[in-house]
């Protein structure tokens, strides 16, 4: 599945998505320093917006316009 990137990182995505999920706010992971590694929560996030995407597209297009504005 080709898929587009909505945003600059994997961060700003983790929080679109707390935006429209707020249950999953505690988890959203930070931003680590150069020398630390990924948070392994990051891989929640993007399985998430894969989840969204196949579930309906439509809805995923909606909220970009959203954010957008």
Same mark, same amino acid.
């Given at each position: 599945?080709?898929? &587009?990137?909505? !945003? ?12 429209? !999920?707020?249950? =999953? $706010? ?10 630390? #590694? $990924? ?5 929640? !996030?993007?399985?998430? #917006?894969?989840?969204? $995407?196949? &579930?309906?597209?439509? =809805?995923?297009?909606? #909220?970009?316009?959203? #954010?957008?504005?």
């Amino acid at each position: 599945m080709e898929r &587009i990137q909505r !945003f600059a990182n994997k961060y700003e995505k983790a929080a679109a998505l707390a935006k429209q !999920f707020p249950a =999953i $706010e505690p988890w959203v992971p930070t931003k680590p320093k150069l020398w630390q #590694s $990924e948070p392994r929560n990051c891989i929640l !996030f993007e399985a998430l #917006s894969l989840a969204k $995407e196949i &579930i309906d597209p439509a =809805i995923v297009d909606q #909220s970009r316009m959203l #954010s957008d504005n």
